[in-house]
């Protein structure tokens, strides 16, 4: 087989996520082209994806791809993994002197600032290069997003101020004011705000005007808002607030969308305590972060970075083949298809992962409230617990729990106690959280089944 036929076989062995095979023939082809480019670039993105060394190999394919950004970024993520946070920081701050309208080079530095728990200077590429007169209005914007994903709520007024005095008239500021009032609990400014982009249509704005219609308890202009996007390639984003608004207007489609019972699978795996420990001991030893991704729900705890069943220690891939095994026993369970329903409607055929991971809570850790938009099936797994974790239900996985801010009085549809080897299986478009606990280590796998 040729190197060409060889990097093929590759792309698809990924695509299918059987990882070792894609390793296997990226190799062989590398051997018989070592300065192909794009052969080059796949087989450091492989190498990084499966938790071996790569940042030697994102290095050798940016010699031979030198304008690829995407390769840049990912050569700083493989430095961090390999313990060269400073390494990698200093390679994205070179290029962002070269380059300071590089938005995601800026979004990069900053989250891994922040998962290195450098909360203070996360943002310093972005105003540095905001500061400059050649500091764009797009950039301003992705700095704005950064520290709104924070909550940095002072932070991202200042930023919007700044904007706003560099590029009056832009109609996204509009937008951003809104979207700061009204996540921020500014109810007086977002009734001034929302006269301004009543008639702007954009699902992330849409998004935000739906929840800022739950706050107000605007139950119709919120479903109306929501609904319109059913259908669309957004529409992921708004099943979660549809069940929000069906239940709290007693509406029967709440129990089409979520079940009755819910949709909910647990399951004890008929795997020994041995397994679950030395799972534990692996899973510890990739947990290299010090704080948890922005944009995540982990509150007091770490995930890990890469795709966690694609790791090729042999504990992660046994469970990996028990839990997909769990995941078929669940999809043939399902009620009959329902082609206008995100759970039921999805082909049934292949299941491929949307990502996998693992988290790790200590002392009065937990999930905020959230769901998962890009899955069709969402899960947890629970390898190590507290020993006291405190009264019932302290520790225990909520399905169905409104984010708080959204001031809505619904309980969980149900609670689950977390057991070692226990996998709880439900829809990506449900709520869900946990309730935290005293104290101790609460070590977990999550992964998302992709939606079809």
């Not at 938005?103 to 530095?109: I, K, N, P, R, V």
């Not at 099943?239 to 089409?256: C, F, K, Q």
Request: net charge negative; charged share 20%; with cysteine.
């Amino acid at each position: 087989m040729d190197a060409a036929a060889l990097f093929r076989t590759a792309c698809q062995a990924r695509q299918n996520q059987d990882i070792e095979s894609a390793i296997g023939a990226i190799d062989d082809a590398q051997r018989l082209a070592p300065d192909d480019p794009q052969i080059a670039a796949v087989r450091a993105l492989l190498y990084y994806e499966s938790w071996r060394p790569s940042s030697d190999l994102f290095a050798h394919a940016l010699a031979l791809n030198p304008e690829d950004m995407q390769l840049r970024r990912n050569q700083a993520l493989a430095l961090v993994s390999e313990g060269e946070r400073d390494a990698a920081e200093a390679l994205l701050e070179r290029e962002l002197q070269r380059q300071p309208d590089w938005s995601e080079g800026h979004s990069t530095l900053s989250r891994i600032r922040l998962t290195a728990g450098d909360a203070a200077n996360y943002d310093r590429s972005f105003a540095d290069a905001c500061a400059r007169q050649d500091g764009s209005f797009s950039l301003h914007l992705a700095w704005f997003h950064q520290a709104a994903l924070i909550k940095d709520w002072d932070k991202v007024r200042s930023i919007l101020a700044k904007a706003e005095l560099r590029y009056p008239g832009q109609s996204a500021l509009r937008s951003a004011r809104f979207y700061l009032a009204a996540e921020s609990g500014d109810e007086a400014g977002a009734e001034a705000a929302y006269g301004d982009v009543a008639n702007l249509a954009d699902p992330g704005l849409d998004l935000c005007k739906v929840r800022y219609h739950l706050r107000k308890g605007h139950w119709g202009a919120a479903e109306q808002c929501a609904r319109r996007h059913i259908g669309t390639p957004a529409g992921a984003m708004f099943w979660p607030y549809l069940s929000l608004i069906w239940r709290v207007t007693d509406n029967a489609l709440a129990h089409w969308l979520d079940g009755a019972p819910p949709y909910l699978s647990v399951i004890d795996l008929d795997v020994s305590s041995r397994q679950v420990s030395d799972l534990a001991d692996v899973l510890r030893r990739l947990h290299i972060l010090q704080a948890p991704y922005p944009e995540q729900s982990v509150r007091g705890g770490t995930q890990t970075d890469r795709p966690l069943f694609f790791h090729p220690d042999p504990a992660v891939q046994a469970i990996r083949r028990t839990i997909m095994n769990a995941v078929r026993g669940f999809v043939e369970a399902l009620p009959p298809p329902d082609p206008r329903h995100p759970l039921l409607g999805a082909n049934r055929s292949t299941m491929l992962l949307d990502g996998s991971w693992s988290v790790r809570l200590t002392g009065k850790g937990f999930h905020a409230s959230h769901s998962h938009v890009n899955g069709w099936i969402s899960s947890a797994f629970y390898v190590a617990l507290p020993d006291q974790p405190g009264p019932p239900p302290s520790g225990h996985f909520a399905l169905g729990t409104p984010p708080p801010e959204l001031g809505l009085e619904l309980p969980a549809y149900q609670t689950v106690e977390p057991r070692p080897g226990r996998l709880v299986l439900f829809p990506s478009t449900m709520w869900h959280s946990t309730i935290p606990f005293d104290a101790g280590e609460r070590l977990t796998i999550a992964f998302d089944i992709k939606r079809p």
